[in-house]
């Protein structure tokens, strides 16, 4: 049995604990050292402050911390040549610059949504787009978070919006607020809403609608152990992968 040493950046997040807890029913996982300003010693694992004061080995980083955490991550896993599992989002243009030029030098799994029914979502609307979309059915997306969710739409809705344009190559636009135009709906629109309220931990409906019919697929995530567990699986594919740039459908094998 192969083990995953993982060092978890962003540990005392709720990610990084639910990620923690998972690990320990996982034998095939082992949490190294995780990382947290705040440090801590409530963990199983040694606790650091930073990566320059970790001296622990591992053949994975994971990380669910913050976009201002991002830049000495890189730099870290660039200085190791420690692949790296990123599920941070909100980073900026320079920071996804410097992501790809890690991926030169060592394995990066980037991916807008961990969870594994999510990223068979991206490729089942892409093939809804096909036939669809290319008939001329309305494409819109509604996302359902949290009200304590930042930003809007997700991250996951624009990937989603992202496969269908790519799907009709190329040639749509992303709507995302008609209140200031009184106009008919055009048809090369994709239409993205976001709703914010309660403890929704989330939800996207993709809706292909044409006259007379709508057909909608659907992705509900009832807890955030759907993103751990794919993190998880995601640490596992990219242990001894080659230097380069992967996402959640190289887990998949889609």
Not at 91 to 103: D, G, H, P, R, T
């Amino acid at each position: 049995m192969n083990m995953t040493r993982i060092i978890l950046h962003g540990c005392n997040g709720v990610m990084g604990q639910m990620i923690a807890g998972l690990a320990k029913e996982d034998p095939e996982i082992q949490i190294a050292a995780g990382i947290d300003p705040k440090g801590g010693d409530s963990a199983d694992f040694p606790v650091y402050p930073s990566l320059k004061e970790c001296s622990q080995q591992a053949d994975v980083v994971v990380d669910f911390s913050t976009a201002a955490a991002v830049d000495g991550l890189l730099e870290y896993c660039e200085e190791k040549k420690v692949p790296l599992v990123l599920c941070t989002t909100g980073l900026s243009q320079e920071q996804l610059e410097k992501v790809k030029e890690l991926a030169a030098v060592c394995p990066v799994l980037r991916s807008a949504n961990m969870s594994l029914g999510v990223n068979l979502l991206l490729r089942l609307v892409k093939e809804g787009a096909k036939v669809l979309g290319m008939a001329g059915f309305d494409m819109e997306i509604v996302e359902k978070h949290h009200r304590r969710k930042l930003d809007a739409p997700s991250g996951t809705a624009m990937a989603l919006a992202e496969a269908l344009n790519e799907a009709m190559g190329g040639t749509c636009q992303f709507v995302y607020d008609r209140s200031q135009v009184r106009q008919p709906r055009d048809a090369k629109e994709i239409g993205i809403s976001a709703v914010r309220g309660g403890t929704i931990v989330g939800q996207h409906d993709v809706m292909f609608i044409g006259t007379d019919e709508m057909v909608t697929f659907s992705h509900h995530a009832y807890s955030r152990a759907v993103f751990a567990k794919g993190a998880l699986s995601a640490a596992k594919f990219l242990a001894d992968r080659k230097p380069g740039m992967y996402d959640m459908s190289d887990v998949i094998g889609l």
